[in-house]
């Protein structure tokens, strides 16, 4: 049995599956933010429900936000404070007593989208997640390459190009990770919405947003236009570094179906000629991906 977690700021999903990967138990609590020693006392809480109700004990895998120090294996988790500076796999495998899986929960994400009928086949797989923040994961042959410092996959923190910069006559907008211009500050849901300020829309929000340019709304479809091509531009930049075999959007706009029709077309023009772009896919199991691709690290690792 396989226990996935997926720790949020206001939530925690456990789920629990089977060999076949059919999930068998679903269990959400709130997060305890501010007490690392409450935090751990809640996981180890959920686990040892779980080994009671289903008679065994599950392999543990924990997708969080942030990212673990590949030295002091310690978290840096700014939306649940309280892990940060702790080890949380050293503390959880000694309440527990079995190994924990750590890592971050857009690389996840990747890991559960890299394994569905839909991406299974093929070796080299990106997911890209564009929700409140970009991230993302790389999967190669159904395995999560972490890379050299465990961020392969962080797409949303390259710069965008001057090119695009200067057609849109984009601000560049600073980034909570101390850079500037990152693609997260214009692909995110946040990003477009800034965008959408920024050019004065009204939009209240992305689906207001959204809805405006499904409405023929000539802004929206403008700033719609735009937002897609930076999106490419990201997409196609990977394509030629990683030449992958399909991308898988997650995230809040992944659920914007014109997308999928858009990048394509869009992607090519950022590529060099007879490129041709790999495939671009909505999520399988969407907002469950982050919990499955959890319980999949232990196998992963």
Not at 181 to 195: H, I, K, N, P, T
Not at 209 to 225: E, I, K
Not at 266 to 291: K, T, Y
């Amino acid at each position: 049995m396989r226990y996935g977690f997926d720790i949020g700021g206001t939530k925690i999903e456990m789920a629990a599956y089977d060999r076949r990967l059919n999930q068998v138990l679903l269990q959400r609590v709130h997060t305890p933010t501010g007490d690392y020693g409450e935090f751990v006392a809640c996981i180890a809480g959920l686990v040892e429900q779980a080994d009671r109700e289903l008679h065994t004990r599950g392999s543990i895998g924990i997708g969080l936000p942030g990212i673990t120090d590949p030295v002091s294996r310690r978290q840096l988790a700014v939306n649940v404070p309280c892990l940060t500076g702790h080890c949380l796999a050293d503390d959880l495998t000694q309440a527990l007593a079995r190994p924990i899986a750590i890592e971050n929960d857009c690389r996840c994400f990747a890991l559960s989208e890299a394994s569905t009928p839909q991406t299974a086949h093929l070796p080299l797989v990106f997911g890209a997640i564009i929700g409140t923040g970009a991230g993302g994961g790389l999967v190669v042959n159904r395995q999560l390459h972490k890379g050299r410092n465990g961020l392969a996959g962080e797409w949303g923190h390259m710069p965008i190009s001057a090119q695009l910069a200067q057609r849109y006559d984009l601000p560049l907008f600073g980034c909570n990770c101390g850079l500037t211009g990152c693609f997260e500050r214009y692909v995110s849901g946040s990003g477009l919405l800034a965008l959408s300020r920024h050019f004065a829309h009204p939009a209240a929000d992305v689906p207001a947003l959204v809805a405006s340019y499904r409405a023929g709304d000539t802004l929206a479809q403008w700033l719609m236009t735009v937002y897609v091509d930076i999106l490419a531009s990201a997409l196609a930049g990977l394509q030629l570094l990683l030449d992958v075999d399909a991308f898988v959007l997650g995230g809040g706009l992944s659920n914007v179906g014109e997308l999928y029709r858009l990048l394509p077309a869009a992607m090519r023009h950022w590529l060099l000629p007879g490129v041709e772009p790999a495939a671009v896919f909505p999520p399988v199991h969407g907002d469950s991906s982050g919990v499955r691709g959890a319980a999949l690290l232990q196998a992963a690792a």
